[in-house]
């Protein structure tokens, strides 16, 4: 399974392909639609650097496995290690459990409340573009504690996986349990949705998150990290 083309096909960037590569427009999304991906084996970064900064960004490039040649070329070049993170996935089955929508409504469209939410944890309209953006089948996902909305998660399906993204609950409403109940909900979609793995993305430095994801049996599945121009 290509988990990266799913990656791409469920939170996708404002793309085009040149010389080799994938670019993708910064838009204040965050890194995952601001780096550029190589598609051609022998496809080497100064083109795709130049193309950067002609559209009026600072280069970054995803480096994903078996793309150590080009690690070490833009090391060479002054790139610095940002974000090293990992791909996450579980069965869907396995994750599903019996009566967990309790309390996790479907919606849609994001709800003016899930917005808010998401706004408190820095996740706001530039983000949910990226949402909009997916044309494949998805949903948006609000926790409920109780009488009070708590929080909210999007999750996407494609190539056979569905990926989980935006997962955020409010302080108040933490160490519930009301993130795992999200991530089974989310879990029971994405069978619906004819995805027999649920995955996604989460940075090495999130330790709360990795610990949650652990805890329900996600496994790393790949790794990845990011390579920014200096200065």
Known sequence: MDYF???????????????GWTLRRATGAGNRV????????????????????????SPLFMIRPGEDDLDAALAAMGYAVEDPSALLGASAAELRAEGVERG??????PLARMAEIWAEDGIGPA??????????????????DGDRPCGAAFVAAAGGAAMIHALTIAPFARRKGLGARVTRAA????????????????????????ALYRGLGFAEVARYHYRRAPG
Do not use: F, H
Request: net charge positive.
């Open 5 to 19: 083309a799913t990656l791409s096909a469920t939170w996708p960037g404002l793309t085009e392909r040149r010389d």
């Open 34 to 57: 601001s780096a550029a991906t190589r598609e051609a084996p022998d496809a080497g970064p100064r083109a795709a650097e130049a193309a950067m900064r002609a559209m009026g960004q």
């Open 104 to 109: 996790v409504i479907r919606c849609d469209a």
């Open 127 to 144: 983000r949910l573009a990226v949402m909009e953006r997916v044309t494949g089948p998805k949903l948006y996902l609000l926790a409920r």
């Open 187 to 210: 879990a029971a979609w994405a069978l619906g949705a004819g995805a027999d793995t649920l995955a996604l993305a989460v940075r090495d430095d999130n330790a709360p998150a990795r």
